[in-house]
């Protein structure tokens, strides 16, 4: 098993690859690979989902599945039935790429190469499903603002308390003081309230809606991300726009007529539907904004999924509604 050395390489696909793997010739054939696997020689491989068909120069040439192999008679040349269409993954890659290639192109095991295409060995199943286990808890703990933990499969139930008062207390100062400042946002809106005090009655809703929307459209734009770095961003945004908007349209015209059936005031329901709409259509940008300014800085876009979205998407939810709330007053 290749192992990495300094600390920040311990994510990198090498660290999890192993090269006890069936390796044949681009001359093998089916009766030289039933040899490979001879029953006293198979407990050398760590995975035997593939044979690796490898040229002079050690460059990966193709891969065969045993299931396949088998299929072909003993003289068939394993060059002849090889997949030439190669899924590969560069040494120092993130481990999480590997995960997301095997699950994209539904294969059991990853083949890892160096900058000149030389095989240097695979990342098996049971690694993926350790990586993806492992990025999945570190992603469940960035979204409710806990700080990353070397392994929090295990440093989860065994940290310290004071490790765990370390990860967890950042981000709650962080939103804390989105909360000050929301809370200073809307006392210099209060003449708003003492005008129409039913204002007061939605802002929890507002800032609820703003925040759902907003934690679907980034927990899809990041897993995206994940899957596919050359995600086309200007379709992909496109759709959420599409979509969000007739959300957008449905919960405010739904709010809006609630809250003139209930409350029979008609500015009061044209400041709710109309900040709903804006407030919606304004998170899912903030859902795409995010991941991509943190994917360009080089940092996990999930991080951004977390406290610092919600303080961001709760600011401005509340700039929204009480900036229509202004506009809408003003002409009444």
């Known amino acids: ?27 093998a054939t089916v009766a030289d690979i039933e040899k490979v696997l001879d029953t006293e020689k198979i407990d050398q491989f760590e995975t035997i989902n593939y044979i690796y068909i ?32 190669l899924i590969t993954l560069r040494a120092h890659s993130p481990q999480e790429k590997a995960a997301m290639l095997a699950i994209k192109h539904n294969i059991k095991a990853v083949p890892v190469v160096d900058p000149e295409d030389r095989f240097l060995g695979v990342i098996p199943s ?44 950042p981000w709650l100062i962080v939103g804390l003081l989105g909360g000050i400042l929301a809370a200073y ?48 961003i200007g379709n992909y945004a496109l759709r959420e726009v599409v979509v969000n908007s007739f959300m957008g349209l449905i919960i405010g015209a ?13 500015v009061l329901a044209f400041i709710v539907s109309t900040s709903f709409l804006l407030t919606i259509l304004l998170s899912s940008v903030i859902a795409i904004l995010l991941p991509l300014i943190f994917e360009k800085v080089k940092v996990d876009p999930a991080i951004g999924s977390g406290p610092i979205a919600t303080v961001v998407r709760d600011i401005l939810s509340i700039l929204i509604y009480f900036t229509v709330a202004s506009i809408f007053l003003g002409w009444v």
């Open 1 to 27: 098993m290749h192992t990495a050395t300094a600390g920040n390489h311990k994510r990198i696909a090498l660290s999890v690859t192993t090269d006890k793997v069936p390796l044949v010739s681009l001359t």
């Open 126 to 169: 049971d690694k993926i499903l350790e990586i993806l286990h492992r990025e999945h808890v570190e992603d469940v703990l960035y979204e409710v603002g806990v700080g990353r933990f070397t392994n929090p499969v295990v440093e989860l139930i065994h940290a310290s308390a004071l490790e765990h008062i370390q990860k967890r207390l």
């Open 185 to 232: 946002i809307v006392s210099g809106f209060d003449h708003l309230v003492e005008e129409l005090i039913l204002l007061a009655a939605f802002l929890p809703a507002i800032v609820y809606i703003g925040d759902a929307v907003g934690a679907q459209a980034q927990t899809i734009m990041i897993r995206s991300l994940a899957i596919d770095k050359d995600l086309p």
């Open 254 to 266: 739904f709010a809006g007529i609630a809250s003139q059936i209930f409350w029979g005031n008609i």
């Open 54 to 85: 490898l040229g002079a120069d050690r460059k990966l040439k193709g891969i065969a599945s045993i299931k396949e192999i088998f299929r072909n008679p003993k003289n068939t040349v394993i060059s002849k039935i090889m997949e030439t269409n």
